[in-house]
Nanobody, 126 residues
Framework: QVQLVESGGGLVQAGGSLRLSCAASGRIFSTYYMGWFRQAPGKEREFVAAIRWSGVRTNYADSVKGRFSISRDNAKNTVYLQMNSLKPEDTAVYYC???????????????????WGQGTQVTVSS
């Protein structure tokens, strides 16, 4: 089993920054993408960003492009999500996940991800 633990969430004022971390352990050798998703109250879970575990390809949701940046440190088995210029609409529970499916299916569909963390709350005040 793969275990994912998110950290770094909290309360921040609009315009501020946070950096989320996702530490992975277990059977991560088959991971192709590491992704970040979020879910706000009353809304469906949505894609935020993803990065290949090997290589440098990244994908971002249009709503966060230019403000968020995903990165990885394979030696530490950790993926990061740097969030700048935060807005109240960014308020949500943020989840990290691993995708072990074939790469031709893409990286934006939550159904493609096999393992999920417990989530970390991000609250942006106006």
């Amino acid at each position: 089993q793969v275990q994912l633990v998110e950290s770094g969430g909290g309360l921040v004022q609009a315009g501020g920054s946070l950096r989320l971390s996702c530490a992975a352990s277990g059977r991560i050798f088959s991971t192709y993408y590491m992704g970040w998703f979020r879910q706000a109250p009353g809304k469906e879970r949505e894609f935020v960003a993803a990065i290949r575990w090997s290589g440098v390809r990244t994908n971002y949701a249009d709503s966060v492009k230019g403000r968020f940046s995903i990165s990885r440190d394979n030696a530490k088995n950790t993926v990061y999500l740097q969030m700048n210029s935060l807005k109240p609409e960014d308020t949500a529970v943020y989840y990290c996940a691993t995708d072990t499916g074939p790469p031709y299916l893409g990286s934006r569909d939550a159904h493609l991800y096999d393992h999920w963390g417990q989530g970390t709350q991000v609250t942006v005040s106006s």
